[in-house]
């Protein structure tokens, strides 16, 4: 990569909006034949099987999942099936499985023992033809084409797009189909926001804490493992509430704290956090609302409660892109890492 040259990480966000508007276009069907599955089913629980990125988004769907329908959602360990061998009494759950590549061996086993052991089994992936979307009885296919620089971002978006499409269809709920299909243009808009103060904060930072309630908390632990990755920052994710049961001991004068607050019910105790830690002196950056001793960051307003935080991931992903190059870091190639990542 040449500093005149976009990075891959660069080009597949600025693909968001037009693969995500793809996947809408062309996996209606699956996603109305999953959502029927699970209408049939009428699970009273759902587990979720992922690492990674892929388990930033499996959080975000739990929290969909549990506002919207009021089923609880629980994430399983994919060693109980590969290493320890534990077969689940999964009858009347729903068990889905997120990955971009579809072959780690620990999530495909995961998957299939959850079959057996009785769930409705479904796959997210990008490859369409990989092992966890034939162990699974129906496959969400992303339809994102190649991702290939190693940090994960057009199909952690398009991870998240599925899983709400699904639950708009399994829950009937007029309100979120609409808001889904909305997204691509929702996220061309954030990809044009400025985020630039913050970049400047953090361009020689050692480490940071990233907080968010709700969905947005499955944001923040997208956010922090960007960080560790793509620009060798130490970034720590709490939720908003459990960052002060011990945590903010350590946030005193300049620690740099990003508070990702969107509009929902959340807001006003995410606020009130992050004027705490103001007041102890850190540099903290807000989203959503204006907060006394803080920067506020632009982000787009009037969305979906349930669908924000994805929005706000993708500014976040503009960014982070930036801040890594600016940093000395080439995004696409972090160290020691590898784009798939197989686990046993």
């Not at 050692?206 to 923040?220: D, E, H, T, W, Y």
Request: charged residues 15%.
């Amino acid at each position: 990569m040449t500093q005149e040259s976009p990075s891959f990480m660069a080009l597949e966000v600025a693909e968001i909006p037009a693969v995500t508007r793809r996947f809408l276009d062309l996996s209606a069907v699956a996603v109305a034949d999953a959502a029927a599955a699970l209408r049939a089913a009428d699970p009273a629980l759902i587990v979720t099987v992922a690492r990674g990125s892929s388990d930033h988004a499996a959080t975000y769907l739990k929290y969909a999942v549990e506002l919207l329908a009021g089923i609880p959602v629980a994430s399983v360990g994919p060693s109980v099936a590969s290493i320890y061998r534990r077969p689940l009494r999964l009858h009347r759950a729903g068990c889905v499985g997120i990955s971009q590549s579809g072959q780690s061996p620990d999530i495909v086993e995961m998957l299939g023992a959850a079959r057996a052991g009785g769930a409705v089994t479904l796959a997210i992936t990008n490859h369409a033809d990989s092992p966890m979307a034939g162990a699974a009885a129906h496959c969400l296919a992303l339809q994102a084409g190649q991702e290939a620089s190693v940090a994960a971002t057009k199909t952690f978006v398009l991870s998240v797009v599925a899983g709400l499409a699904l639950l708009a269809e399994w829950q009937n709920d007029a309100a979120l189909r609409a808001a889904v299909g909305a997204m691509p243009k929702a996220f061309a808009e954030a990809l044009t926001l400025d985020w630039s103060p913050l970049a400047a904060r953090l361009a020689h930072a050692q480490s940071m804490f990233v907080l968010g309630r709700g969905p947005a908390f499955a944001i923040a632990n997208e956010a922090a493992l960007k960080f560790k990755e793509t620009c060798g920052l130490h970034a720590e994710s709490y939720s908003a509430a459990e960052v002060l049961h011990g945590p903010s001991a350590i946030v005193q004068g300049g620690f740099p704290v990003l508070a990702l607050g969107v509009e929902d019910a959340a807001l006003p105790r995410l606020v009130e956090t992050a004027a705490r830690l103001a007041g102890q002196g850190a540099d903290v950056f807000v989203t959503g609302a204006e907060v006394a001793g803080a920067t506020r960051l632009p982000a787009i307003t009037g969305l979906h409660p349930l669908c924000a935080p994805l929005v706000l991931a993708v500014s976040f992903y503009s960014f982070v892109e930036g801040l890594a190059r600016r940093r000395g870091f080439d995004p696409d190639i972090p160290p020691y890492l590898r784009k798939v990542t197989e686990t046993v």
